[in-house]
T-cell receptor, first 114, second 111 residues
Framework: KAGVTQTPRYLIKTRGQQVTLSCSPISGHRSVSWYQQTPGQGLQFLFEYFSETQRNKGNFPGRFSGRQFSNSRSEMNVSTLELGDSALYLCASSFLQGSNYGYTFGSGTRLTVV | KQEVTQIPAALSVPEGENLVLNCSFTDSAIYNLQWFRQDPGKGLTSLLLIQSSQREQTSGRLNASLDKSSGRSTLYIAASQPGDSATYLC??????????FGRGTQLTVWP
């Protein structure tokens, strides 16, 4: 079966712009989480959606937002981009929140802010 | 707040060696623990998942153990190969379903 699909794979944006990243979970998975990975901070939790509702949120500013659609696909938006937002953004899906099946990650979107 | 620590940060071994990667966490109220592998510039590949009620899981040359009461997990890799070279990440899943990651162990296996 298809894995977790993230688009685009690479993105270059200018400071001040906004960006939208997309994640399509494994078919049947209803939980989608987003993580930011940087060399300095490692992997940090952004937020998690389950059945179109945000269930958990990490310690990121309000510029970072997300949503989940009825087909479980999720988008993450970052407004007013800063240089420090350059990172690998990873999406993970699971059948249920914290389920016995664990999480499956996508290949990520590499965002570079210049 | 859950904190996850992985030791060592980096490891370089010759091919064929058996090795142990360590992971410790501060809050034992976890749902499960998952070991991942990450190749440079890539996403995370799940290796093993251990439920909080389990003591260990095995997959091929990999064996992971969990001691929830002491907040420790180990990943044992038998007969290491150059293809095992990658960063290995330990992640604990909280009861709310959020993953907390360690900083990883960067493994290099040379021929």
């Amino acid at each position: 079966k298809a894995g977790v699909t993230q688009t685009p794979r690479y993105l270059i944006k200018t400071r001040g712009q906004q960006v939208t990243l997309s994640c399509s979970p494994i078919s049947g998975h209803r939980s989608v989480s987003w993580y930011q990975q940087t060399p300095g901070q490692g992997l940090q939790f952004l937020f998690e959606y389950f059945s179109e509702t945000q269930r958990n949120k990490g310690n990121f500013p309000g510029r970072f937002s997300g949503r989940q659609f009825s087909n479980s696909r999720s988008e993450m938006n970052v407004s007013t981009l800063e240089l420090g937002d350059s990172a690998l953004y990873l999406c993970a899906s699971s059948f249920l929140q914290g389920s016995n099946y664990g999480y499956t990650f996508g290949s990520g979107t590499r965002l570079t802010v210049v | 707040k859950q904190e996850v620590t992985q030791i060592p940060a980096a490891l370089s071994v010759p091919e064929g060696e058996n090795l142990v990667l360590n992971c410790s966490f501060t809050d034992s109220a976890i749902y499960n623990l998952q070991w991942f592998r990450q190749d440079p510039g890539k996403g995370l590949t799940s290796l093993l998942l251990i439920q909080s009620s389990q003591r260990e899981q095995t997959s091929g040359r990999l064996n992971a153990s969990l001691d929830k009461s002491s907040g420790r997990s180990t990943l044992y890799i038998a007969a290491s190969q150059p293809g095992d070279s990658a960063t290995y990440l330990c992640a604990v899943c909280s009861t709310l379903g959020r993953l907390y990651f360690g900083r990883g162990t960067q493994l290099t296996v040379w021929p």
